[in-house]
C-alpha cells in the first residue's frame, strides 16, 4: 500500500506552523548560515582600501539583511542564502579586479 503524499502548499503550511510554535533546529541552523554570510560579507570588505568605498558597500550590504530581516518561509530564506553567496563571489570577483585585493581560496 502506497503513503498518501501531502501536497507542498501543505508542507509549507506546515513548516511556518513550526516555527509559530517556537524555534526549532532548522531554524538555529538557518540562523547560523546567515550570519555567516554577513561576516565573511563584512570581513570581506575590510580588504577595500577607499573609506567611501567601503562604507557604501558595507551599507549596501547591511540594508539587504536588514531588508529580509523578519522573512518566516524556510524556502525563501535558504534562496535567499543562495543568492546572497552568488552576489558575495561576483562582489569578490570584482573586487580582485578593480583593486588588486585578494579573493580567499576555498
Not at 513550526?18 to 570588505?45: H, K, W
Request: no cysteine; proline share 6%.
Amino acid at each position: 500500500m502506497r503513503a498518501p503524499t501531502i501536497p507542498a502548499s501543505l508542507s509549507r503550511a506546515s513548516k511556518r506552523i513550526q516555527m509559530q510554535d517556537g524555534p526549532n533546529l532548522e531554524f538555529f541552523i538557518t540562523r547560523a548560515r546567515v550570519l555567516s554570510l554577513y561576516r565573511e560579507i563584512q570581513r570581506s570588505l575590510k580588504g577595500v582600501k577607499n573609506p567611501k568605498d567601503r562604507q557604501e558597500l558595507q551599507a549596501w550590504a547591511r540594508s539587504d539583511f536588514e531588508h529580509y530581516r523578519h522573512e518566516k518561509n524556510p524556502d525563501k530564506i535558504k534562496s535567499l542564502i543562495s543568492q546572497g553567496k552568488h552576489q558575495f563571489h561576483a562582489l569578490q570577483t570584482n573586487l580582485s579586479l578593480s583593486s588588486g585585493v585578494a579573493t580567499p581560496k576555498k
